[in-house]
């Protein structure tokens, strides 16, 4: 009698459950049933890190961008290289109105002093471009002349080539080369049919330390040292109003090319201290003839 009570009471052969069963099984249960929606939250957390990471837009980025590329071009035009236009005729066949040119403003930065035949541009040394026209610029091309993307049409610049450097004696007499020192230079760079000076002899001048005498490639077309040697600088250009060396012309495409200073600069003889040297050679050449001479009347008047 008990085998058949007692398989009455599991019936489904399964062991009774208690009620801390009931209650975990109750509590699993809820679980399984949020389920489902633990994958929308994983998800949900998933999306909000790829929304932290996503990066900005090129748009956002744009503005950044501009500034930091606008005050590189500012560095860049204040330190190192700006551009400049050829406003006139005077530096023809070497350089054509209308050109522009690629002036070195790094060189000077470091104490480097203009050298002979290099092409400068300089400030107004004092009533060079009096009278001369002066373009009004809009607003863009303020802004762009600025910051060194377009060359500035307000500056009062002048582009000449140098011949002579402090130190230096420097002439040319009418029918003559120029001559630096006593040397005569070969100037292949003067616009054909020009003489050297025909239309301006001068000199000889002796060039001021921290001054340089410079003249236009397009001799009779340029007005240079040789016609303001009346006003305060004399003709010369301090070289402290040297903005830089014009190294390359940049447009247009089809003139692009170097300016490299000519050979003719680099002959011997050139140099103020190689001006002199024949002298000091011939006063040294002369001390032991005199020494020798005083010796030998010494020795005649003892042995009278």
Not at 40 to 57: F, L
Not at 72 to 98: C, E, H, N, W, Y
Not at 247 to 259: E, I, Y
């Amino acid at each position: 009698m008990s085998d058949v009570a007692v398989g009455a009471r599991s019936g489904h052969g399964e062991p009774e459950q208690r009620p801390e069963q009931s209650a975990e099984s109750a509590s699993s249960t809820a679980g399984e049933r949020q389920d489902p929606e633990a994958p929308e939250s994983a998800h949900a957390a998933d999306g909000g890190d790829r929304t932290a990471r996503k990066p900005r837009s090129f748009w956002k980025e744009l503005p950044l961008l501009i500034g930091i590329a606008l005050v590189l071009a500012l560095l860049i035009k204040t330190f190192l290289v700006q551009a400049f236009s050829i406003p006139s005729d005077s530096m023809q066949d070497t350089l054509q109105r209308g050109d522009r040119v690629l002036v070195d403003k790094l060189t000077p930065w470091f104490g480097g002093e203009p050298e002979r035949g290099e092409v400068v541009v300089f400030h107004d040394p004092g009533g060079w471009l009096d009278g001369e026209p002066t373009p009004e610029p809009n607003v863009v091309q303020k802004f762009l002349s600025f910051i060194g993307l377009m060359p500035s049409s307000e500056e009062k610049d002048l582009i000449k080539r140098t011949i002579a450097v402090g130190g230096d004696t420097v002439e040319c007499r009418k029918g003559g080369p120029v001559r630096v020192n006593g040397t005569a230079l070969d100037e292949p760079y003067i616009y054909p049919g020009d003489t050297p000076c025909d239309d301006m002899p001068f000199g000889p001048f002796k060039v001021p330390d921290g001054k340089i005498w410079v003249m236009g490639d397009h001799r009779q077309n340029s007005r240079d040292s040789r016609y303001h040697t009346e006003d305060a600088n004399k003709g010369f250009v301090p070289v402290d109003d040297v903005v830089g060396r014009a190294v390359v012309v940049a447009w247009p495409v089809d003139r692009w090319a170097t300016l490299p200073v000519p050979d003719t600069y680099d002959q011997p003889g050139l140099g103020a201290a190689a001006a002199v040297a024949p002298g000091a050679i011939g006063l040294a050449g002369a001390v032991p003839f005199v020494l020798w001479r005083r010796r030998r009347l010494t020795s005649d008047r003892t042995a009278g």
